[in-house]
């Protein structure tokens, strides 16, 4: 049985920064893309950030670009989101999903995965 676990959430103030971490046990995910999804309060759930298998190719919604990166470590089966410049809109509960295609390229919609993690919370104070 595959298992997603996320840390590394918790409370910063605006302008901080947060790493969180989603680990995988049960099956290695090496050959699948892992992605990102927050949902804010009263928000729907929307994508963040994804990284391809090898790790080579990212995708990041527009309002995350250039202050959040997606990295991964499949020796460890660790996917991380490196958050900067947090904003009060950036609250919300973040998830990690792995694809349910191998080898496929980074998906932006959430029915492309179907593994997914409790989620962590994020919340940031103004």
């Known amino acids: 049985q595959v298992q997603l676990v996320e840390s590394g959430g918790g409370l910063v103030q605006a302008g901080g920064s947060l790493r969180l971490s989603c680990t995988t046990s049960g099956r290695s995910f090496s050959a699948y893309a892992v992605g990102w999804f927050r949902q804010g309060p009263g928000k729907e759930r929307e994508f963040v950030a994804g990284?391809?298998?090898?790790?080579?190719?990212?995708r990041y919604t527009d309002s995350v670009k250039g202050r959040f990166t997606i990295s991964r470590v499949n020796a460890k089966n660790t996917v991380y989101l490196q958050m900067n410049s947090l904003e009060p809109e950036d609250t919300a509960v973040y998830y990690c999903?792995?694809?349910?295609?191998?080898?496929?390229?980074?998906?932006?919609?959430?029915?492309?995965?179907?593994?997914w993690g409790q989620g962590t919370q994020v919340t940031v104070s103004s």
């Open positions: 990284v391809s298998w090898s790790g080579a190719n990212t």
């Open positions: 999903a792995v694809a349910s295609i191998a080898y496929a390229s980074v998906a932006g919609d959430s029915s492309s995965y179907n593994y």
